[in-house]
């Protein structure tokens, strides 16, 4: 199947910074990524659909401004958690689709701790 | 707005035994995914249902679909220790473009199977 590669894992840092999470496509170009969120014991929420090329589309509740996400080539999508505070502790999942498809390919996820 | 529920939400049954869970959903749609996920990873794609129906297997599991009462199977069949995970269904809106829609994910059935 198809290889979506996300990193960092895991990532802890401090209050009021800023955390990049990266989420690459190594098997197929993707136009379309999605961002989904995981708070422990939860299902997944998804948070925006990122388009290559275009601005993303957020969910209603989602802070567009406090989650950057940048699609700016085809095999690439980046999530920020700009001023991170505890409460954005949370499993950050990202997910591609496969051109012609119908099967989103998740990667492994970013566990963030924010102290 | 379109809801999934999963029934039960939490499973404890003993190897050798079968069990059925439930997905249901409040909106029309044809696409339904079945995904797995260990603790601390991300998702697995198990199987997608894409008509009235529609039926899968692999190995001990098998899915299926019946989009008249909205409702999706994931049946068990003799259990074995390795199968214990969370089960998500997700389902896609009948109006999305196909392949190219957010999924909306149910509850969660975490699943325990004891030796």
């Known amino acids: 199947g198809a290889v979506v590669s996300q990193h960092p894992s895991w990532v802890i840092c401090k209050s009021g910074t800023s955390v990049k999470i990266e989420c690459r496509s190594l098997d197929f170009q993707a136009t379309t990524m999605f961002w989904y969120r995981q708070f422990p014991k939860q299902s997944l929420m998804l948070m925006a659909t990122?388009?290559?090329?275009?601005?993303?589309?957020?969910e209603q509740g989602v802070e567009k401004d406090k989650f950057l996400i940048n699609h700016a080539s085809l095999t690439l999508s980046t999530l920020t958690v700009t001023s991170a505070h505890p409460e954005d502790s949370s499993f950050y999942i990202c997910?591609?689709?496969?051109?012609?498809?119908?099967?989103?390919?998740f990667g492994a996820g970013t566990r963030l701790s924010v102290l | 707005e379109l809801k999934v529920e999963q029934n039960p939400l939490f499973l404890s049954m003993q190897e050798g035994k079968n069990y059925t869970i439930y997905c249901n959903y409040s909106?029309?749609?044809?696409?339904l995914y079945w995904y797995r996920q260990d603790p601390g990873k991300s998702l697995e794609s198990l199987f997608v249902?894409?008509?009235?129906?529609a039926v899968k297997q692999e190995g001990r599991l098998m899915a299926s679909l019946d989009t008249k009462a909205r409702l999706s199977t994931l049946h068990i069949t003799a259990a074995v220790h390795d199968l214990s995970a969370t089960y998500f269904c997700a389902v896609e809106p009948a109006t999305s473009n196909f392949g190219n829609e957010k999924l909306t994910f149910g509850t969660g059935t975490r699943l325990t199977i004891i030796p």
């Open positions: 249902l894409l008509s009235n129906g």
């Open positions: 909106t029309t749609s044809d696409r």
């Open positions: 990122s388009n290559e090329g275009s601005k993303a589309t957020y």
């Open positions: 997910s591609q689709l496969v051109p012609g498809g119908n099967i989103q390919y």
